[in-house]
C-alpha cells in the first residue's frame, strides 16, 4: 500500500507568499494539479489587481461612473455577496470606500509599516464619507451592470480579495478530485479540504502582531473551513509620528485605533477576510455579539497595549473554541 505524503508548491504573488499543500498517494499527479491551482491564483490575481489597469476591478472603477459598467458574472456576484457583509456589520466593512486608501496615502504596492503619509484634511475625509457606501451604487441584475451615482465610489478589494481568490482555487482543487489540500495567502487567507494525512486537523500557529516570528497560540483547522487575519502591524506613520493604520472605519473615515490583531475562523475565506476587517472596525464588544450568533464563526482577538507586559488575548465563540493559547 502505497502511504499517503504531503507535497508543497509556492509562488509570490499578490504581494506575498502563496503555498498550496496537497495530500495523497501519487506524488507527481499532486504536483501537477498543484501547479495549475497556482497559475489560476495567478490568473484571478491579474483579473482583480487593482494595480493593472486593464484588469476588470480598474476598467469598473475608471468608468461606472460615466456610464453604466457590464462586469462579468464572477465579478457582479462578488459584489452583491460584498454588499451583503457590509449590511450585516452595519457598515464596518465597505468595499466602496477604495478612494479613503487614496486620501491618506495608503494605496501602494508592498509593506507601509513605517513608511510615512501626510492626512487628507478633515472636509476632504468627511466629503468621501458623504459621497460613498452601496446606496451610491447601482446593481443592475438582469444585464449585469454596475453604475456610482458619485465620483468618490470606487470599489477596493484589499480586504477580501486573498480570501476570494482562495476560495476559487479550492473549488478548482475540489473539481480535481482532491481530497486533502490546504491554501495559504501570505498567511492572512487560509482554506482547507479534508484534514492532513494522519491527522484530524491542520495545527496553525497564530502570530504575535508586533513580532511575527513569535507564536502566540495556535489553532485546530478542521476540514473544509478557513482561517482569516487581519492585524494593524501593517501602518504606517504621520509626520508628526503618529500611526496610521491600514484599516479605516467607512463610516467616519478615520483609521482605526485598535493596536492588535483579530483571526477568524470561517465557512468561506471571503467572509473570513471581510470579518476580520469588520470585527477590527467595531470593536470586541461587538465581535463577541456577533460570534454568540453565529456559531460557524470563531474570532480570536490580541490586544497590543504598550505598557502591558504582553499582549491580552480573547476567543469569542458560541460553541468550544479551537483557538489555544
Known amino acids: 500500500m502505497t ?5 508543497r508548491l509556492s509562488c509570490q504573488a499578490m504581494g506575498c507568499l502563496c503555498e498550496i499543500y496537497l495530500g495523497g498517494e501519487s506524488q507527481t499527479e499532486l504536483e501537477a494539479v498543484a501547479a495549475d491551482a497556482l497559475a489560476l491564483l495567478k490568473q484571478w490575481e491579474q483579473r482583480f489587481s487593482h494595480y493593472l489597469p486593464q484588469s476588470e476591478i480598474c476598467q469598473l472603477n475608471a468608468n461606472a461612473y460615466r456610464q453604466p459598467v457590464s462586469v462579468s458574472p464572477y465579478l457582479f456576484s462578488l459584489l452583491l455577496r460584498l454588499k451583503t457583509l457590509t449590511e450585516q456589520t452595519e457598515g464596518a466593512f465597505d468595499p466602496t470606500a477604495g478612494q479613503l486608501v487614496k486620501a491618506w496615502g495608503l494605496f501602494r504596492q508592498g509593506t507601509l509599516r513605517g513608511e510615512e503619509v501626510s492626512p487628507p484634511s478633515r472636509e476632504k475625509v468627511h466629503q468621501i464619507v458623504q459621497e460613498i457606501g452601496w446606496s451610491n451604487v447601482e446593481l443592475d441584475t438582469k444585464p449585469q451592470t454596475v453604475t456610482f451615482l458619485t465620483p468618490f465610489v470606487e470599489i477596493h478589494l484589499g480586504a ?6 482562495v476560495d476559487e482555487v479550492i ?3 475540489r473539481k480535481q478530485g482532491i481530497e486533502q489540500a490546504l491554501v495559504n495567502a501570505g498567511g492572512s487567507s487560509i482554506a482547507t479540504i479534508g484534514t492532513p494525512p494522519n ?3 491542520w495545527h496553525l500557529g497564530i502570530a504575535d502582531p508586533c513580532d511575527s516570528a513569535n507564536t502566540l497560540g495556535y489553532v485546530l483547522l478542521q476540514a473544509d473551513e478557513c482561517l482569516s487575519t487581519s492585524g494593524s502591524m501593517e501602518s504606517a506613520k504621520t509626520p508628526n509620528g503618529e500611526r496610521v493604520c491600514h484599516l479605516f472605519d467607512p463610516r467616519n473615515g478615520n483609521p482605526v485605533a485598535f493596536h492588535g490583531s483579530v483571526s477568524v475562523l470561517s ?3 471571503l467572509e473570513g477576510d471581510a470579518l476580520t476587517t469588520a470585527f477590527f472596525v467595531n470593536g470586541a464588544a461587538w465581535t463577541e455579539t456577533y460570534c454568540q450568533h453565529r456559531p460557524d464563526i470563531q474570532a480570536l482577538w490580541i490586544e497590543v497595549d504598550e505598557d502591558a507586559i504582553a499582549p491580552c488575548l480573547a476567543c469569542f465563540s458560541a460553541t468550544q473554541s479551537r483557538f489555544l493559547q
Open 171 to 173: 473549488g478548482y482543487l
Open 267 to 269: 465557512p468561506t475565506a
Open 3 to 7: 502511504t499517503p505524503s504531503l507535497i
Open 199 to 201: 491527522s484530524d486537523h
Open 160 to 165: 477580501v480579495g486573498k480570501g476570494f481568490i
